[in-house]
């Protein structure tokens, strides 16, 4: 499936592996890249040699594509991206701050950057910066969020913007693909299904947590300190969702919620962990490679774009033209 985003980073399928913090390491983002997709290594929470290694293991896996995400509120960014430099990565996604200190850097070295942005006042500030592309998230998506939903954002940033996006928020099958592009989109970023693979490397307690969810098991935490969160309903987010409640300080809330994403991640425990997911949950269900899984969204994804090629609507039906 070619688009202008497979054409720029020269993947074969126009989806990205959204980089959920303590998941998108080595064996996700390398079986993504391999797959045909773009892997993304998630750099929030790392050492300069943490991510070193990451991309050296990376490359150790895969000739493809692959990207570096970097949350741009963490002090050690300049760092990181020396180090993506001297690694030779042509391609970042941003988010959690704006690239514009460091665009001058990026260009210099010839790295493709993408922005992660949830709104339209933000895309076209990007596109300002030059940023090569945009994830447009909508507030469906795990992990931090915005407000808008993906069906009310992707087309509104689509229609204000001249670069490429990538629609994110709410994508499990081929049906969301085919919604995306349908809203103007050139690709989608993926993250929640992406949980319910063979390679994704987080405690089974976790993936199984994601596979018992349904439409209503997430909720949304930290509104009211300005860094809203979705993540699966647990007895750890009912506690922190009372303490917002009864207007506790940024402080009393981040002691409960402190280390909880590792706890789930890599301990297992999805009682008193963070389990980070979107609205789309409900529609992961089962285990399979993230071959077997984007192979399978892309068929399904381009039969639904064929049959809609060849129908139209007539007084509320669909016939076939």
Do not use: W
């Not at 390491?25 to 045909?36: D, F, I, K, Q, T």
């Not at 992660?116 to 910066?129: C, D, G, N, R, T």
């Amino acid at each position: 499936m070619s688009t202008t985003i497979t054409q720029l980073l020269g993947i074969q399928y126009p989806i990205f592996q959204g980089a959920m913090a303590q998941i998108a390491r080595e064996p996700l983002v390398s079986a993504v890249s391999n797959a045909g997709g773009l892997g993304i290594i998630g750099s929030g929470g790392m050492s300069a040699d943490v991510l070193r290694e990451e991309i050296r293991k990376v490359r150790n896996h895969t000739t493809k594509p692959f990207a570096v995400n970097l949350m741009l509120m963490m002090p050690n960014i300049p760092e990181l991206i020396q180090v993506i430099i001297e690694e030779q990565v042509n391609i970042v996604t941003t988010g959690a701050g704006t690239p514009a200190p460091y665009m001058t850097t990026f260009k210099e070295h010839g790295i493709t950057v993408i922005a992660v942005i949830p709104s339209v006042k933000i895309a076209k500030k990007m596109e300002l910066l030059g940023v090569d592309a945009l994830v447009a998230e909508g507030t469906e998506a795990g992990g931090h969020i915005g407000e808008t939903t993906t069906m009310a954002l992707v087309p509104q940033v689509a229609s204000a913007v001249s670069i490429p996006v990538v629609a994110a928020g709410g994508v499990a099958d081929g049906r969301g693909i085919a919604a995306a592009f349908a809203l103007g989109a050139q690709g989608v970023q993926v993250g929640t299904r992406f949980l319910t693979t063979v390679e994704c490397p987080t405690h089974d307690n976790f993936k199984q947590a994601v596979l018992d969810a349904d439409d209503t098991s997430t909720t949304v935490t930290g509104r009211s300190i300005g860094g809203p969160v979705r993540s699966i309903k647990n007895g750890m987010i009912a506690d922190f969702l009372k303490l917002e409640n009864e207007h506790a300080s940024r402080e009393e809330l981040e002691k409960i919620s402190l280390g909880s994403l590792r706890k789930a991640v890599f301990e297992g425990d999805t009682d008193r962990g963070s389990v980070m997911a979107g609205q789309i949950c409900g529609m992961c269900n089962e285990i399979t490679t993230v071959e077997q899984m984007i192979t399978s969204m892309f068929s399904e994804a381009q039969a639904l774009l064929q049959q809609l090629g060849n129908t139209r609507i007539t007084g509320g039906q669909t016939v076939e033209i």
